[in-house]
């Protein structure tokens, strides 16, 4: 899958043209969030973006490694500056999940789902996944995005080991009739970054919570929630309104913030 800078801003629409002040492809990269970690951060209201077709360091939450061939997956990140420091920073992974759905259902992955807080779910395997990271500015803040989207993935990793939430991996290539050109996969999914960037800007997570709630893939299940020491198992009911999951257990309704999730039991 050839990345092309060129034919990618030609696809974006202009508002989001005119708000990108870079856009870099490669075919290698250690990792696209780092290549932007590292670059000056844009002023607010500006944007920077990497896209690669293989990370040889592409990292996933809780430090865990984003695994894909080359040529197999887009991995793609954007760089953005809050002027001031979001009251729920957090949420904005959730936020880009709804974005990312939304706009992977327009390409025709008709059963894409989210699971709490940042993969994306189609065929109830993994196929992809959202890593937001965050650097302090002054009163505001700069936050790197990065997305990955399983593309065409070899037969013999489908079936790989993977998280204890699922041992399965999809594709694109699987879940829709013609596969987009790279070009139109990469520029439909930078235009939904930068427009829920600044939607969360202007109005926080509330504007995405409705959203969530269709595609939660994990409402409804029985999950055993771990988070530093303490381990929790209950019924997921879905998400607050500022993003938090929340877990019937036998002792009552809990709150989860952070954690790693395996699910035990499939919808009730």
Known sequence: MALSAGDIQELLGDDARACLDDLETFESIESTNTYLLWRAAPEPGRFRAALADYQTQGRGRRGRRWIAPPGAAICLSLSGTFGRLPTNLPSLTLAMGVGAAA??????????????????????????????????RGSGCTVVVGLGVNVDVPAAMKNLPLDRWTSKITDLKECVGALPSSAQLAAGLLQCMIATFERFDRDGFGPFFESWQEYDWLRGRQVRVTSDDTELEGLVSGIDSDGALCLQTERGMHRVVTGSIETIGGPA
């Open 103 to 136: 706009t992977l259902r327009t390409l025709g992955v008709e059963d894409v789902r989210l699971k709490w807080p940042n993969d994306l779910v189609a065929r109830d395997g993994k196929l992809g996944g959202i890593l937001t990271e965050a650097s302090a």
